[in-house]
Structure formats: C-alpha cells, structure tokens
C-alpha cells in the first residue's frame, strides 16, 4: 500500500523548454505521463504575457506546473498568478506546482496566491540554480575565463535542476505533496569564488573570480549582450536575495524525496563531461 496515488492525465508543464520544465518533461515522458509543453511555439501555444492562450493550453489538464517568466519578483507577477490560477480553475484543473524564489518577498506572495485558489498545491522554493552558470547568464563568463560577480563573499547552497525537476515531478503526479512547501538547496553553500574555483578545476582552465560593484556588473552584463529584463533580474538577485539571507541549507529534497540532494561538485563534474565549458583546442 501506498499514501499516494499516482494519475494519469494530462499535466500541462509551463516553461516547458526551459532549465527546469524540459527536465519535468523528459522524466513525465519517461515514465509514461501525457504531457503538453506551455511555450510559445508548442503545438498549443502558451504565452503568459498573452492570456487568450490560457485557456486552450488548460483544457484537459489535470496538473499544471508553473514556472512564471521571468521571475516571480518582477512587477506584475501576483496578478499574472492569481489570473492564471483562476483559470485554471475555471478549466477544471485539480492541481497547481509553484516554482518560486528563496528568500523573495514577490514569491511569497504568488506563493499566497496559490495557496488560497481552492486548488490542490505544492510550493518548490528552490535557491539559486547552479546551471545558471552552464545554462544560463554565466555560461560565457565561464568560457571567456573570467567570471565578474558583484559577491564574492556570500554563501550560496546552490541547487542542482536535476533535483528541482524531481520533487516537481512527484508533486505533479502523486498526491502525498499536497499542501507541502519544499525549499530546496543543495547540501553545502559555497561563495560564487569558491563556485568558479571548483569550475576551473574540473575543467583544468584558469577561470578568475572578480568581485565588481552591482554597477559594474550590470555594465559588463550590458556590454555581453544579455537581455535588459536578465540584467535587471540579476541585479535584484545580487542586491536582495543573495545578501546572505539564503546563505543556510535546506530539507526539501530529503523531504520530498527520501535522499540527499545532489552536491555542486556533482554538477560541476557533470557539466564539464558535457563539454559545455570546452574553448577551442580543448
């Protein structure tokens, strides 16, 4: 006997190309979930900057994991939540997965909002992605062998996608994590120093670590390119959650999953072997 049921209907996974939801998918896939990928170019558009594709992407669903873009902490992200829970409502969806931030007071808020839709729910707070320097805005600061941060000095428990996408995945089909708000980390924190560090050891480069003020750094995000609404991200990550609030680890995954979560160096191992950090003549 089991304290959980698993279902098998359609589970509409939002941001479903991304970090974490193409994760969500392969392994709902896998193991045999219908699946309908929210993006905007999936074969039922999903956008949530336009609201008529709301409808049509819930219909049929029986779960829903949200992962809103681009972060909960920007403006306007609670009334986007609270009218796309009330859709899915409406739709007739029995069960909402939140993808929220650590230590954002924004999250805690659409966080609220789930949680008093009237439907079935689970929170996955989660900290900062360490893919983010792989999959994200620091992939090219890694290959150009110079990773300049504005905090060099504040601990950070990074969390592996990998372990994201599993507690996703269970709250989305089994319904023993009702009700449950996992915080997810991984099991050390480390400096992003120490981070890059462990980087340029498992690829055998020399990749420096340069602290920069929060104006420097959105002038060299600025100078690679990197979107506006990224760069204004990242500075409220660097200014307000990676200010050492977040600095503890977290039981989430042990929690949801029985296990420990995957550490940094797994990762970092990992990603190397994959040779997305290779240069040329590696």
Same mark, same amino acid.
């Given at each position: 006997?089991?304290?959980?049921?698993? /279902?098998?209907?359609?589970?509409?996974?939002?941001?479903?190309?991304?970090?974490?939801?193409?994760?969500?998918?392969?392994?709902? #896939?896998?193991?045999?979930?219908?699946? #309908?990928?929210?993006?905007?170019?999936?074969?039922?558009?999903?956008? @949530?900057?336009?609201?008529? $594709? @709301?409808?049509?992407?819930?219909?049929?669903? !029986?779960?829903?994991?949200?992962?809103?873009?681009?972060?909960? =902490?920007?403006?306007? *992200?609670?009334? *986007?939540?609270?009218?796309? *829970?009330? =859709?899915?409502? &409406?739709?007739?969806?029995?069960?909402?997965?939140?993808?929220?931030?650590?230590?954002?007071?924004? =999250?805690?808020?659409?966080?609220?909002?789930?949680?008093?839709?009237?439907?079935?729910?689970?929170?996955?707070?989660?900290?900062?992605? &360490?893919?983010?320097?792989?999959?994200?805005?620091? $992939?090219?600061?890694?290959? =150009?062998?110079? %990773?300049?941060?504005?905090?060099? !000095?504040?601990?950070?428990?990074?969390?592996?996608?990998?372990?994201?996408? !599993?507690? *996703?995945?269970?709250?989305?089909?089994?319904?023993?994590?009702?009700?449950?708000?996992?915080?997810?980390?991984?099991?050390?924190?480390?400096?992003?120093?120490?981070? %890059?560090?462990?980087?340029?050891?498992?690829?055998? #480069?020399?990749?420096?670590?340069?602290?920069?003020?929060?104006?420097?750094?959105?002038?060299?995000?600025?100078?690679?390119?990197?979107?506006?609404?990224?760069?204004?991200?990242?500075?409220?990550?660097?200014?307000?959650?990676?200010?050492?609030?977040?600095?503890?680890?977290?039981?989430?995954? /042990?929690?949801?999953?029985? #296990?420990?979560?995957?550490?940094?160096?797994?990762? %970092?191992? !990992?990603?190397?072997?994959?040779?997305? @950090?290779?240069?040329?003549?590696?």
């Amino acid at each position: 006997m089991t304290n959980s049921t698993t /279902h098998q209907h359609l589970i509409l996974v939002t941001g479903g190309t991304g970090k974490t939801g193409s994760r969500i998918v392969t392994r709902l #896939r896998a193991a045999g979930h219908p699946v #309908r990928i929210g993006s905007r170019t999936a074969d039922v558009p999903f956008d @949530w900057e336009d609201h008529a $594709t @709301w409808t049509p992407a819930l219909t049929g669903v !029986d779960a829903v994991y949200i992962a809103y873009q681009p972060d909960l =902490a920007v403006p306007g *992200a609670p009334v *986007a939540i609270g009218s796309f *829970a009330a =859709a899915a409502k &409406a739709a007739g969806v029995r069960k909402l997965v939140l993808l929220s931030g650590r230590g954002e007071p924004e =999250a805690l808020e659409c966080e609220q909002i789930v949680q008093d839709s009237g439907l079935d729910w689970t929170v996955v707070r989660c900290s900062f992605f &360490a893919q983010n320097f792989s999959e994200g805005a620091f $992939t090219d600061y890694v290959l =150009a062998g110079e %990773v300049a941060l504005p905090n060099g !000095d504040v601990p950070e428990p990074f969390v592996h996608a990998d372990d994201i996408a !599993d507690v *996703a995945v269970a709250a989305l089909t089994e319904d023993a994590h009702k009700g449950e708000v996992y915080e997810l980390t991984g099991p050390r924190a480390l400096t992003f120093a120490e981070a %890059v560090a462990e980087i340029a050891a498992a690829t055998e #480069r020399e990749i420096a670590y340069i602290p920069l003020s929060r104006t420097d750094f959105i002038a060299a995000l600025t100078e690679y390119h990197v979107p506006a609404d990224v760069v204004s991200l990242l500075d409220y990550l660097f200014g307000t959650v990676l200010d050492g609030r977040n600095s503890a680890t977290a039981d989430g995954v /042990h929690r949801a999953l029985g #296990r420990q979560p995957k550490d940094f160096a797994e990762y %970092v191992r !990992d990603a190397a072997g994959s040779g997305v @950090w290779n240069t040329p003549g590696q």
